[in-house]
T-cell receptor
Framework: AQRVTQPEKLLSVFKGAPVELKCNYS??????LFWYVQYSRQRLQLLLR??SRESIKGFTADLNKGETSFHLKKPFAQEEDSAMYYC??????????FGTGTRLTVIP | DGGITQSPKYLFRKEGQNVTLSCEQN?????MYWYRQDPGQGLRLIYY???????QKGDIAEGYSVSREKKESFPLTVTSAQKNPTAFYLC?????????????FGEGSRLTVL
């Protein structure tokens, strides 16, 4: 069965410090992974997808099939990065399986 | 204003009553979804619909029902058979079979059963 694990419920970093939000997955098929973000008083929205290999708002995430991980990283955290982050795994054609989320707080 | 509209935002019901949550979208999306969010459990898929008059059960469909009579609308009924209905419910839509992996979410409806 599929599983997405985000081991940290809460993560606090100082402004300007590097940040890494961990995501590990378990899936027998070919994985497609995504990061979603929910800022305060905003809707949950897509941040980035592994297949695009893009950097969004300074965030990157590399799919490591050997370690079954898809950690989200940013070299210098900003206050506006404070939000709830969800890692998601696409299973089959019509379902995104979400992790339990990590609340990131960037301390000024 | 384009997007997904869920109503009501807050709903209180007595135990044993059915309740229907509304979800409307004007994005011309074919697929629509209902997720349930509980503290510490992430989002879990209840039902999804790829096209009008068709819908499929997700991971936790028991105690819920849906309909898709119009492309724009995908209401969710929480029935009295749902053992633990108090939760936050999120509706979402996508352009098709999640080809890009992008779901567009509503603001959610919080249901409290007294």
């Amino acid at each position: 069965a599929q599983r997405v694990t985000q081991p940290e419920k809460l993560l606090s970093v100082f402004k300007g410090a590097p940040v890494e939000l961990k995501c590990n997955y378990s899936y027998s098929g070919s994985p497609e992974l995504f990061w979603y973000v929910q800022y305060s008083r905003q809707r949950l929205q897509l941040l980035l997808r592994h297949i695009s290999r893009e950097s969004i708002k300074g965030f990157t995430a590399d799919l490591n099939k050997g370690e079954t991980s898809f950690h989200l990283k940013k070299p210098f955290a900003q206050e506006e990065d404070s939000a709830m982050y969800y890692c998601a795994l696409k299973t089959g054609a019509n379902n995104l399986f979400f992790g339990t989320g990590t609340r990131l707080t960037v301390i000024p | 204003d384009g997007g997904i509209t869920q109503s009501p935002k807050y709903l209180f019901r007595k135990e044993g009553q059915n309740v229907t949550l509304s979800c409307e979208q004007n994005l011309n999306h074919d697929a629509m979804y209902w997720y349930r969010q509980d503290p510490g459990q992430g989002l879990r898929l209840i039902y999804y619909s790829q096209i009008v008059n068709d819908f499929q059960k997700g991971d936790i469909a028991e105690g819920y029902s849906v309909s898709r009579e119009k492309k724009e609308s995908f209401p969710l009924t929480v029935t009295s058979a749902q053992k633990n209905p108090t939760a936050f419910y999120l509706c979402a839509s996508s352009t098709g079979l999640l080809n890009t992996g992008e779901l567009f979410f509503g603001e959610g409806s919080r249901l409290t059963v007294l």
